[in-house]
């Protein structure tokens, strides 16, 4: 046996041993008889191994012909183009492969895109061989060779339709049904070519989590003609990265459209009174202050807003800024409000406070969702009915008003005392009507009264507590109090 054929036999390769042959015989004439037959093998073997990669995620631009085993999860359609200098045209396919480590672009050629329309089909697993090189949505493969293996197996799931949690950077023709929390409006910029571009963004949620949607150019309206609380499907998304965070792209090719289905979001927050300085992190609460919007202008001479809203949960309050088009979200008191990627900052007096800005979303909820921060059934305090939409008034375990009575607890839990007892309580009106709920910023109470009272009264109340809540005697409406 011959020591080329012995280099090529210890040698995992797809490559024809009449071709490693005539590299050999080639590279031997190249170096002018500085390398004999063995050494110019053992250089062409270490070429081909260096064109195999562990995965997709080893791909980069810059790299001669890689070799890798992907499955087909999406088959674009063949386009044809002019060359310069030719007759005929031609054609090309794009098709989105993915193993264990990621997903990434491939370009069919000419008889190559032709076979892919007629013989690939989703879920068939290829050899590709072929040039990375720099895309218009990140590293592609210029494909040189495409076989299918019958043989082998990559653990990928091709799904029709995609949650939040299945989302993975490079998919593309993503199908996502959710619920839309928040939605932005549409802002211009300048591209390099000197066009102008279009881009909005939504907050979309499912049961597994929510992804920030980015809508371009002639998508980008949808923002301001679809709502808060409309579920909806976004078709034909691409997944990229921002900021270390997954977004959901929506281009010409790509919708998003209502559905009559009701989604379910529960979101994950973090607990107000375990919050520290210089995380961002999501908070659910209900509305117990909400200021005015102001403007300031900044250094540039543009015109800022910014509004302050008070949110709290079942351990802690906290203020929140919302700044820019947050300050124009519709919130009121008594609200139970989710908002996303918050920075806890040092605020007034060295306490923490919450900023949403633009990468944040508000997002205004019928009720406190079932398991959500501070509602859960161990939390204490009186609840209110679940159709006001005040789940997260469910107090931080003390209760009781300027009587002091150690069974203040048991009774706004439903415990045994049913004994009545002298109350004042002073807070602001955080449910008018009836019953009326008021809030003092670390407690909630429940008052019977048919005193017309408004949202955001400050009053004080006396009377008799019973089992957690007061009959008033009296009522008293403080002047000046926010209206």
């Known amino acids: 046996m011959g020591v080329i054929r012995e280099v090529y036999d210890d040698l995992d390769t ?7 042959e005539a590299a050999v015989n080639d590279k031997v004439e190249q170096m002018g008889g500085l390398a004999d037959e063995e050494t110019a093998a053992m250089l062409i073997a270490h070429e081909l ?20 085993l992907a499955k087909v999860v999406s088959i674009g359609e063949v386009r044809t183009f002019e060359r310069d200098g030719e007759d005929e045209d031609g054609r090309v396919v794009n098709i989105e492969v993915a193993d264990e480590t990621g997903r990434i672009r491939v370009s069919l050629w000419d008889e190559m895109a032709a076979g892919a329309r007629e013989n690939l089909e989703v879920g068939t697993v290829l050899r590709i061989g072929g040039r990375p090189k720099d895309g218009y949505n990140g590293v592609e493969v210029s494909a040189s060779k495409v076989e299918e293996d019958l043989d082998a197996e990559v653990d990928v799931q091709v799904l029709d339709s995609y949650r939040v949690e299945d989302l993975a950077l490079g998919l593309s023709d993503v199908n996502l049904e959710g619920k839309i929390l928040d939605a932005g409006t549409v802002r211009t910029f300048d591209r390099d070519d000197g066009t102008e571009g279009r881009v909005s963004n939504l907050s979309v949620g499912d049961p597994t989590g929510r992804v920030r949607v980015t809508l371009w150019d002639e998508r980008a309206d949808l923002a301001e003609e679809l709502e808060p609380g409309q579920s909806v499907e976004v078709v034909d998304g691409y997944v990229r990265e921002r900021d270390g965070s997954l977004e959901l792209h929506v281009g010409s090719r790509g919708a998003v459209e209502p559905i009559d289905e009701d989604i379910e979001y529960v979101p994950e927050t973090t607990d107000i009174g375990s919050l520290e300085l210089g995380q961002t992190v999501d908070i659910a609460g209900g509305v ?25 949960d079942g351990t802690g309050d906290i203020r929140v800024a919302l700044w820019g088009e947050k300050a124009d979200a519709d919130v009121d008191l008594a609200d139970y409000v989710v908002i996303t990627d918050a920075e806890i900052k040092e605020g007034w007096q060295e306490d923490l406070e919450a900023s949403a800005g633009w990468r944040s979303s508000v997002a205004v909820m019928d009720e406190a969702p079932e398991g959500a921060a501070g509602t859960d059934a161990g939390d204490s305090g009186p609840t209110p009915p679940s159709d006001q939409g005040l789940g997260a008034f469910s107090g931080d375990g003390s209760s009781g008003g300027s009587s002091g009575s150690s069974d203040d607890t048991s009774a706004a839990n439903g415990g045994s005392s049913s004994d009545a007892s002298a109350a004042e309580f002073t807070g602001t009106v955080v449910q008018a009507g009836t019953p009326v709920i008021l809030d003092d910023g670390t407690q909630t109470k429940t008052v019977d009264t048919d005193a017309d009272l408004g949202l955001g009264d400050e009053v004080t109340v006396s009377g008799t507590e019973t089992d957690g809540r007061i009959s008033a005697e009296s009522v008293e409406v403080h002047t000046g109090a926010q209206q």
């Open 14 to 20: 797809d490559v024809e041993f009449e071709e490693f």
């Open 49 to 68: 191994r260096d064109e195999e990669v562990n995965g997709i995620a080893d791909i980069e631009p810059g790299m001669e012909d890689v070799k890798f």
């Open 288 to 312: 117990i202050e909400a200021d005015g919007k102001r403007t300031f202008d900044r250094d540039d001479g543009s015109e800022g807003q910014v509004r302050n809203i008070r949110v709290k």
